[in-house]
């Protein structure tokens, strides 16, 4: 069955359908990793969006449930040039295309996935169109496709109740707000003790449960929705208890301590980004998924300092704040799978909370 693309400015493609064959209207991204198609599909972050995978074969490898970031896959939509319907994997479970049908996520394969990425990069993250019906007149289509606006997303993929990874080692709260499984995962190993904690869940209740460190997840969306876990992150950050935040837990805690985000053309989206540590001048390789960034110009010297900048573009990636237990990053260390040469940054958020813990 065929399948289209329509892109806002209106810029057709013609594959074929993968997946459900419901028509949806969502934000188009693209990822640039060669691998965890898998891992993709199940972060949360990707909420509210379509993703074109650049990497030309998509899906050799089957699925691998064991490998998946949450219980279910996020996107809306799912974008590739070829996918491969006869995986090859001891560790095979299924395939793809069963797997989007079972979870009603449509998708098109067979169109020019390099040609719909250089349209994105050149003209910026756009919303666009994946159906099955072919249109002779796009006028109400792209009207239709213009007005979406990504929203809802953190509430939406957050857990419902509280969850424990159990242990005999410092006390975490991770509030999720579209927590990828690896993060408690990699507390969790550590020998931390994680409670896991809904998003709309209250600055009052984790303080008065006395962690040893708080951790922020990654999420989906535009930060600057998240009106209510901005105003619970400025009352963790009157406290003393070490905080470590990834993705949009970064640009949440910028925000409640007076910085600005702003959205960015394309985003980073893919596991081979280059992040500098300007302390000790390392590169790290990391991976990443954020259409949203820390606007470097807007952070108060006082209150913060930029400890990683990306190598490509200069953005910030990274923050340190002053006179506070507190460092967040843009990128992430727990990438499974991905580069790890950043997961060293758990062992200093461990080491934080032995140092308080020890007076």
Request: proline fraction near 5%; glycine fraction near 8%.
């Amino acid at each position: 069955m065929n399948a289209y693309l329509i892109l806002e400015d209106g810029t057709v493609f013609q594959g074929t359908s993968i997946g459900s064959t419901k028509e949806i209207i969502s934000e188009i991204v693209f990822n640039t990793s060669m691998w965890g198609y898998l891992e993709v599909l199940t972060d949360p972050s990707y909420a509210g969006q379509a993703v074109c995978m650049t990497y030309p074969l998509i899906g050799n490898y089957g699925i691998c449930r064991e490998d998946m970031e949450s219980l279910r896959p996020w996107p809306d939509g799912y974008i590739v040039n070829e996918l491969s319907r006869m995986p090859s994997n001891f560790r095979c479970d299924d395939t793809i295309q069963n797997f989007l049908e079972a979870h009603d996520i449509p998708g098109v394969a067979g169109i020019d996935t390099r040609a719909l990425t250089k349209i994105l990069r050149e003209k910026g993250t756009m919303n666009g169109m994946i159906t099955t019906n072919s249109y002779d007149d796009l006028t109400e289509v792209l009207e239709k496709i213009r007005t979406y606006t990504v929203s809802g997303v953190v509430k939406r993929v957050s857990c419902k109740q509280k969850k424990r990874l159990k242990a005999d080692g410092p006390r975490v709260a991770l509030l999720d707000i579209g927590a990828k499984n690896n993060i408690g995962e990699s507390l969790n190993k550590r020998g931390c003790d994680v409670t896991i904690y809904p998003c709309d869940t209250s600055a009052e209740e984790i303080i008065e449960s006395n962690p040893d460190g708080i951790m922020l997840s990654n999420g989906p969306g535009d930060p600057k929705e998240c009106v209510y876990q901005i105003e619970q992150i400025k009352k963790f950050y009157e406290t003393d208890i070490p905080i470590f935040a990834i993705c949009l837990g970064h640009q949440l805690v910028a925000l409640a301590t007076g910085a600005d985000t702003k959205k960015m053309k394309y985003g980073h989206r893919g596991g081979n980004h280059p992040v500098k540590d300007l302390k000790s001048g390392r590169v790290y390789i990391s991976s990443q998924n954020h259409g949203y960034m820390v606007d470097g110009d807007t952070i108060d010297p006082t209150i913060a300092e930029i400890a990683f900048i990306n190598v490509n573009d200069q953005t910030v990636e990274g923050l340190r704040y002053k006179e506070k237990n507190i460092f967040t990053v843009q990128f992430h260390p727990e990438a499974c799978p991905g580069p790890q040469d950043s997961d060293l940054l758990f062992d200093e958020f461990m080491q934080m909370m032995e140092v308080r813990k020890n007076g």
